[in-house]
């Protein structure tokens, strides 16, 4: 039986397990917002809405990675665009886009001839296919959004606990809230070839709410969401070595059993 430590030694593994790794700090820390703002259907449509940009990137021939989050990019923007001009409540026209991004994958996926393995790769996800673009791709876009977002974390913060408050104070709060749409965005694609499309928003929402479990303030809702993040990603990489099993299903499976251990461990942040 091949142990872990062999395992360690196949380049393709070294790949799965940073990019592992990176996807546990990302998505945990933007989550957060996600969390806060009540946006887990604006993530999970994202990530759903990805799927016309896979099959359009088929069907044309380009790059998955690319294709996906040009489309994700522009339903975001679409989305709040038509909250802020339609006066709709942002789950009625969050409830559209996702329908009508869904039909015309499905639509675009029944013009391609064949099975196209790669488009299903990412409904699922295929960490053990991660290649050194996707792992710089991936690194790039984990260093420029948290940056983004330290930079501009004070404004954030208030746009999220009180948009009024924040529109007083003199914030530009479409601008902010147009960048965050925008970085769940592409989040939100570049995770989906470790996780999957179906399980990314997991990856977003459970270890921000792990944190949330424990944490007393935001700086430690950051911090542990990431340290849940990376433990979650770590585990359900090495254990689906182990167990022969999905690595993105494992890795939320122990996303979730932290989220289990943190409920009654410790206390929780004001609602």
């Keep these: 039986m091949t142990t872990i430590s062999e395992f360690l030694t196949y380049p393709f593994i070294q790949r799965a397990l940073f990019a592992s790794l990176m996807v546990g700090i990302l998505c945990p820390f933007v989550g957060n917002f996600v969390l806060l703002r009540r946006m887990s259907f604006f993530s999970d449509a994202i990530s759903h809405s990805a799927f016309a940009g896979l099959a359009a990137g088929a069907l044309l021939g380009v790059d998955l990675s690319i294709s996906s989050m040009v489309v994700a990019i522009m339903i975001a923007l679409m989305i709040a665009f038509m909250s802020e001009k339609s006066g ?3 789950d009625t026209v969050i409830g559209v886009a996702f329908s009508g991004a869904i039909a015309t994958g499905m639509l675009i996926l029944g013009m391609l001839k064949g099975y196209r393995a ?10 053990l296919a991660v290649s050194k673009t996707d792992l710089v791709l991936l690194m790039a876009v984990s260093v420029l959004t948290i940056a983004l977002i330290i930079v501009f974390l004070k404004p954030l913060l208030q746009l999220t606990f009180n948009r009024d408050l924040a529109r007083v104070d003199g914030i530009n709060v479409r601008l902010f809230e147009y960048m965050l749409f925008v970085i769940i965005a592409i989040v939100v694609t570049v995770s989906l070839k470790i996780v999957g499309l179906i399980l990314v928003t997991s990856m977003l929402i459970v270890p921000a709410a792990s944190a949330r479990n424990m944490a007393k303030s935001m700086k430690g809702l950051l911090a542990l969401s990431c340290l ?3 433990i979650s990603g770590i585990t359900g990489m090495l254990g689906s070595l182990y167990l022969n099993t999905s690595s993105g299903p494992t890795i939320v499976l122990c996303s ?11 206390p929780r942040m004001n609602n």
């Design 118 to 127: 790669e488009v299903f790769n990412y409904l699922f996800g295929d960490i």
């Design 88 to 90: 709709l409540s942002h």
């Design 256 to 266: 979730i059993g932290i989220f289990f251990i943190t409920l009654f461990a410790g």
């Design 228 to 230: 849940f993040g990376m």
